[in-house]
């Protein structure tokens, strides 16, 4: 199947900075990428969903100034959390989708702590 | 919008066992049905996926019902292996007509963890 390749896998970074995490399609071009939020032992919560060379379609609740989404190719999307606190630690992971395809690929996630 | 509820959310079988997992969903508009298996620290991983054209999917050990009148679906494990120990998601997902542009948005259920022990 086709491959998502998200970086980096485990990220720490001091409360107050950004964190940049990207979101690759390597062998399709993604139209369409999904960015979710996970809590351990809990199922995953759509952030945001973002075509490429449009601005990203938020979820409710998801603040937009904080989780900033870049999808400015058809092989790359990027999610920068801005000024980072402890309660955005989480695992985050992406979804790509190719137009015209329903099933979505999922890259390996990022794991990010905030301390 | 859509709402997906799996049950249970934990399971526990002994190795050759069946497992069985269920999910309903509430919008009938919902077309494609895809199960996904996570392991730990890694992301989800699609294992089966059936449309709403079709009742019944198989792929070795593994099998999935779809029943649209009762707006749920089922996944079915059989003869379990401990590799199979896992946390396996159902979802939902309406796949728009040509125009449209969220494809592949997903609505997860609760997700269930799975143990098979030797």
């Known amino acids: 199947g086709a491959v998502v390749s998200q970086h980096p896998s485990r990220v720490i970074c001091k409360s107050g900075t950004s964190v940049k995490i990207e979101c690759r399609s390597l062998?399709?071009?993604?139209?369409?990428m999904f960015w979710y939020r996970q809590f351990p032992k809990q199922s995953l919560m759509l952030m945001a969903t973002?075509?490429?060379?449009?601005?990203?379609?938020?979820e409710q609740g998801v603040e937009k100034d904080k989780f900033l989404i870049n999808h400015a190719s058809l092989t790359l999307s990027t999610l920068t959390v801005t000024s980072a606190h402890p309660e955005d630690s989480s695992f985050y992971i992406c979804?790509?989708?190719?137009?015209?395809?329903?099933?979505?690929?999922f890259g390996q996630g990022t794991r990010l702590t905030v301390v | 919008g859509e709402n997906v509820e799996q049950h249970p959310s934990t399971l526990s079988v002994q190795e050759g066992d069946s497992a069985v997992i269920k999910c309903t969903y509430s919008?009938?508009?919902?077309?494609?049905f895809p199960w996904y298996k996570q392991e730990l620290g890694k992301g989800p991983q699609l294992i089966i996926d059936?449309?709403?054209?079709?009742g019944e999917k198989k792929d070795q050990r593994i099998a999935v019902t779809l029943n649209k009148t009762a707006k749920h679906f089922s996944l079915h494990i059989t003869e379990t292996q401990p590799e199979d120990s896992a946390v396996y998601f159902c979802?939902?997902?309406?796949?728009?007509?040509?125009?449209?542009?969220?494809?592949?948005?997903?609505?997860f259920g609760q997700g269930t963890i799975l143990t098979v022990h030797p």
């Open positions: 979804s790509a989708t190719e137009w015209g395809w329903t099933e979505a690929f």
């Open positions: 979802a939902a997902s309406i796949r728009r007509n040509a125009g449209g542009t969220s494809y592949g948005k997903l609505t």
């Open positions: 062998d399709f071009q993604a139209t369409t």
């Open positions: 973002s075509n490429e060379g449009s601005k990203a379609t938020y």
């Open positions: 059936i449309r709403s054209n079709v």
């Open positions: 919008d009938s508009a919902s077309n494609y």
